[in-house]
């Protein structure tokens, strides 16, 4: 397996991918290659600093880097030798089995669309995140910010997305799909979410709970949670806080300890073709670490084959 990483995505990169890229390989198996796509001098004296040896990776260089505010389609068009585009060219070659950075989020969601593009059937691929759960466990939480406006069809086949990655990267077992809604009876609701829950009621395609609240996303009453982009990540943002505003007071609580994105490393685009793992933009070497493992989890699970079976 080769596992790409775009070594300088991220506010700290290129040191921190680096640094992180050091940590995956002390655990990753030897049949899986690291394939470390950035400048690569820099990353030969980070290494070298590091007194780790380069003959562990396999290196592409590249000279040229989207940065975190540009144009998303622009920069990806312009830029046709950065680090992103060439991970993203690579993976639709089939050079790499995977594909994952911290840097620009909307230049790895078009160049996922636009590279290995979407499964098809699947209307919008979506991101997911983990929420964590008072009484232990977690949840996923999608669209987190791929799609701020969806339809109701759009957001049923998110159900199907987080319940096959909830299944089968994090082994939950027929997981419960719930809808976001400001209460929990069928009949509350905005437009999108009145139009969508009759057709989540009848499918079968997963285990629809119903209705579930603000106030009970991290309970147990589901293991998948579905809401539109703009909704979802509200959500997650404000769920990020918690665990700075707890580090701020000098707060040590093991479930709010749990809300650290460095312990998920990143959150995978739904829908797509091949595995793809967006980072958090401030990822330090921990979160790289984790994001390369889930991306892979995500080759050695199926779950592409999966979610393709699921939209024939």
């Known amino acids: 397996m080769k596992i790409g990483l775009d070594i300088m995505g991220g506010d700290y990169a290129p040191k921190a991918t680096v640094l992180g890229a050091i940590e995956a390989c002390k655990v990753l198996s030897a049949d899986h290659q690291l394939v470390l796509i950035g400048d690569k001098p820099t990353a030969l004296a980070l290494l070298e600093e590091q007194g780790f040896s380069a003959d562990k990776f396999e290196f592409v260089h590249t000279t040229e880097v989207i940065g975190m505010g540009e144009h998303p389609t622009k920069a990806i068009v312009q830029k046709p030798d950065s680090s992103i585009s060439v991970g993203f060219k690579m993976l639709k070659e089939g050079q790499i089995d995977t594909f994952s950075s911290a840097g620009n989020t909307g230049a790895m969601l078009v160049g996922s669309v636009f590279s290995v593009k979407s499964i098809p059937g699947v209307i919008r691929p979506a ?180 979610i393709k079976q699921a939209f024939q």
């Open 127 to 306: 991101m997911a995140s983990i929420v964590p759960k008072l009484k232990g466990g977690l949840g996923i939480l999608l669209d987190v910010g791929a799609n701020a406006d969806c339809k109701p069809e759009t957001l049923l086949q998110f159900g199907v997305l987080g319940s096959i990655y909830a299944e089968l990267i994090y082994n939950i077992k027929t997981p419960r799909v719930a809808l976001v809604n400001i209460g929990e009876e069928e009949e509350k609701g905005n437009m999108l979410a009145l139009a969508t829950y009759p057709l989540m009621k009848e499918t079968e395609l997963f285990n629809f709970v119903g209705n579930v609240e603000g106030r009970d996303i991290f309970s147990d009453h589901a293991d998948v949670i579905v809401a539109d982009g703009f909704t979802g990540n509200v959500i997650l943002k404000m769920a990020e806080s918690f665990y700075v505003i707890t580090m701020k007071k000098g707060l040590r609580d093991e479930f709010f300890d749990r809300f650290n994105y460095e312990q998920y490393g990143g959150s995978p685009i739904l829908g797509v073709n091949a595995p793809v793992v967006v980072g958090h933009g401030i990822s330090n070497p921990e979160a790289i670490k984790n994001m390369v493992l889930l991306s892979r989890d995500m080759v050695e699970s199926g779950l592409i084959e999966k």
